[in-house]
């Protein structure tokens, strides 16, 4: 099942719809097979109820499918991309953070400061957390999982090098492309993430090589932390990109869950 | 003025209620003088009109005084400090991040855990944003400050030299203390940070001798990414603390802010 997060505003889509759910017009919907839009009252995670209404998706503009409590996201979980970028291999799964003034959901722009001067895609599995979940054990840890949706962790990899969190390099503004929805049904270990720069295939991985996988995150989190529902956890990426340029395209997808696209945009 | 968050329940302030905030029955409220609590519809930041309820301080539980869409946090901003830690003075203002996960209001209990063993404190100056806010300078970035609060950045420091992140190190859960409420006439350049432990003065420090101070730090971040209402930063801290034991009581007293108590309690 698809779930939406969605506004019927005919504005443009302000960058606070991402931030603030409770002061924006967006609703959660089912997306049928057929594309149809069915709003709820509620949210998925802690219980909704159909208004009713149906709507087609043209009919409604996305916002990033969940705003999360705690948006936690893995580094260095893929080897290859370890070794290409020169970084020394984790010993173990140490989960790190972004932060939501950053998201921007399907077809919003990436926009690149006008001093940022190496600026990378990272196509991502995103785990959405569905359930409050403490001292889970590696079996248990699917439980609390609602379902799963993608992200692009943009990277400006000159201030990745130079700032010693990552805020500027990881967490400017439009950074962090997440959505285009929520799929509840996904069989990751079958999963291929494939990245696309303008139409052309660039990076393709297996999503489920991960050094450390879902389930071992999870339970270790769990033991020294709650997760809630609508939390979120990105999962790192294989790979390499090339430089972006103002004017790209690109494309995550992954296995089931569709396309994530957002174009690339030099700061005026 | 004073501004405070709190539920009625009689039942546990579940640790939810500091994340969920449309999910409890948290509400807002300003403290007068003679501490009546006055609730209001909506919050400070977006929006609020009195319900005409007056209600008494001991009539509610506090939560803590805002959940923020993004939770700032300065690392490495007293030279003492950083001196006394044998860390290294950074050249520039690199914002880092908290979890509110970890958020626990004034009164809570913070929960070392069983493999915790060097448990420390840190009293902090906590800003809290009122207005969205992008691109100001130095001279206008207190325009979009709503008002101020305390936070403990509780800190495990073993942890926090062997794990890459400060995931479990700093954002264990209710390892961020904060409260008791926001007050929003104070005058941070007359301000003394003083922590107490089991009552006796442990730490204090002029609260603006601060590596680089508020007005850089807003300016500097506001340059990549956009401030929300209800956003926190937190400032950083001078000193040291001796390592916690059960039963220690913390007090975080800035001048103007009122207090901020917690005992520490190992799991079980």
Redesign the interface.
Known sequence: MKWIRAHLEGGERG??GA?????TNAFYAQLDENDRVLPVRGDPF?GSEPTGDILRLDDVRLDVPV?P??F?CV?LNYTRHIATEGLKI?DKP????R????LIAHGQDVIM?ADATKVHYEGELVVVIGK?A?NLTPEQARSCVFGYTMGNDVSERNWQKS???F??SK???TFKPMGPWIETDVDVARMETVVTLNGKESTRFHTNDMLFGIDTFIST?S?????????ILWMGTDGHSPDLVDGDVVEVSLTGLGVLRNRFVREQ
């Open positions: 960058q606070e931030v603030h759910a409770g002061s802690l705003v409590p705690t936690y580094g984790p140490d989960v790190g953070y932060a939501n003034n950053a400061p409050r403490r700032d010693r969190t805020w500027r967490n400017s503004d989190m033991r020294y932390l709650t997760l809630y529902p609508g939390d």
